[in-house]
């Protein structure tokens, strides 16, 4: 596997990891059409288990069939795709080398009412699958968050004894946190710096707003004069909160939104030094063919 410097320069901040690791964080920097830039697009498909198969997938019922996903990711040339562990089953074999895979190891439903996810898979699991990685998700804020850390402390310690890349999506959620404060540039950095203190080689948070939501922080942001007016300022600094671009981080999609809007994010996370996006509904919710024409456009962006 060669190295470009971009991917080696990446690499060499990952300084307490084994080789297995370290090949594994490369194969999703050697993928697909963004190999060697140091950039990952992502496709997540862990919605079922989040919202439902109808909310899902009843916008484009082939996404009904799991191998539609391996397919899109593969012939969108993405660096890696995520799923849970029986979606992932459906398809492994099949397309085994074709694309990066990372078995997301805990989910939650919307038939619950408390802020926690379960462990749906093991690092054993992964393995077999041939996994490039492991994600998992803590809920920053929630009564369970704690527990969630520790759970993650567990599967990423066994993760990378056995070689295997740990992403980490850390959504901020809880009592405190109403639905404006979740997505707060004050709340997402602070939940990308947790990400990176668990341990997390790459890290999946969602685009901040220009809103610092919690009092106790608006002294800090406002003295020390930290940007938060545009949206490659806002990446800028959850960025600069991960280990000062030490940490990869990528940015979710989120729900499905119009083209202009999506590409303009894309954009924001360009121009601010984000490492990518990790995008799930905005492209396995429309047609095959828009949804590579939409991929197309988005690997271009941070091919710039």
């Given amino acids: 596997m060669t190295l470009t410097p971009k991917v080696k320069a990446i690499l060499d901040q990952y300084e307490s990891d084994n080789p297995g690791t370290k090949t594994n964080l490369a194969r999703f920097l050697n993928a697909g059409k963004l190999a060697g830039t140091g950039k990952l697009v992502i496709l997540p498909v862990d919605q079922g288990f989040e919202h439902g198969p109808a909310r899902s997938f009843a916008a484009n019922p082939a996404a009904y069939d ?3 996903h391996f397919e899109l990711a593969i012939e969108a040339g993405l660096s890696g795709y995520a799923a849970p562990l029986g979606m992932l089953e459906c398809g492994a074999a099949k397309y085994a080398s074709e694309i990066p895979l990372i078995l997301k190891c805990n989910s939650s439903n919307s038939l619950a009412t408390e802020k926690d996810q379960a462990v749906t898979g093991t690092v054993a699991d992964a393995l077999r699958l041939g996994c490039a990685g492991i994600g998992f998700t803590i809920y920053p804020g929630s009564e369970y968050c704690f527990e ?7 599967l990423a310690a066994e993760a990378k004894a056995a070689g295997l890349a740990v992403i980490l999506w850390s959504y901020p959620r809880g009592p405190m946190l109403d639905k404006v404060a979740e997505t707060a540039v004050d709340v997402c950095a602070y939940a990308a710096h947790m990400a990176a203190l668990c341990g997390a080689h790459i890290i999946k948070v969602k685009p901040p707003t220009d809103q610092v939501a919690l009092p106790v922080n608006k002294a ?3 003295e020390n004069k930290i940007d938060v007016s545009t949206l490659p300022a806002r990446i800028r600094h959850v960025v600069q909160s991960s280990f000062a671009g030490r940490r990869i981080v990528i940015f979710s999609g989120g729900e499905k939104a119009g083209t202009d809007n999506l590409l303009a994010t894309i954009k924001g996370i360009q121009e601010g030094g984000g490492f990518g996006s990790i ?4 492209v396995f919710q429309r047609p095959k063919a828009e949804a590579l024409d939409l991929l197309n456009q988005i690997i271009t962006i941070f091919k710039s």
Avoid: D, L, T
């Fill in 148 to 154: 969630q850390m520790e759970e993650f402390r567990e």
């Fill in 66 to 68: 799991p191998h539609y």
């Fill in 220 to 222: 800090a942001y406002e």
């Fill in 279 to 282: 995008i799930g509904r905005n």
